[in-house]
Nanobody
Framework: QVQLVESGGGLVQPGGSLRLSCAAS????????MGWHRQAPGKQRELVAR???????DYADSVKGRFTISRDNAKNAVYLQMNSLKPEDTAVYYC???????????WGQGTQVTVSS
């Protein structure tokens, strides 16, 4: 089993920045992808960004150039630096770990990000 614990959400004004962190513990195989998804009220959960254990990254078009994902393999942690935040970025952000070999998915409990003046 894998446990994911997120931190770093909160309220920020438009144009501001936040940094989300996610720490994984448990049985973590080295070949995986860690990432962030978000879900706004009344909308489906969507991929924001992910990074594989090889360092390959993938971003949603809506956040390209504003968000940066990174990871620390030694700490089993993933980070999301969010700049130039917009009201439409408001959502619950979920950390995800995807095992590339088995296809198993694990989720954190979610952290609220609210962008409002």
């Amino acid at each position: 089993q894998v446990q994911l614990v997120e931190s770093g959400g909160g309220l920020v004004q438009p144009g501001g920045s936040l940094r989300l962190s996610c720490a994984a513990s448990g049985t973590i195989f080295s070949i995986n992808a860690m990432g962030w998804h978000r879900q706004a009220p009344g909308k489906q959960r969507e991929l924001v960004a992910r990074i594989t254990s090889y360092g390959t990254t993938d971003y949603a078009d809506s956040v390209k150039g504003r968000f940066t994902i990174s990871r620390d393999n030694a700490k089993n942690a993933v980070y999301l630096q969010m700049n130039s935040l917009k009201p439409e970025d408001t959502a619950v952000y979920y950390c995800n770990l995807h095992r590339l070999v088995t296809g198993d998915d694990y989720w954190g409990q979610g952290t609220q990000v609210t962008v409002s003046s």
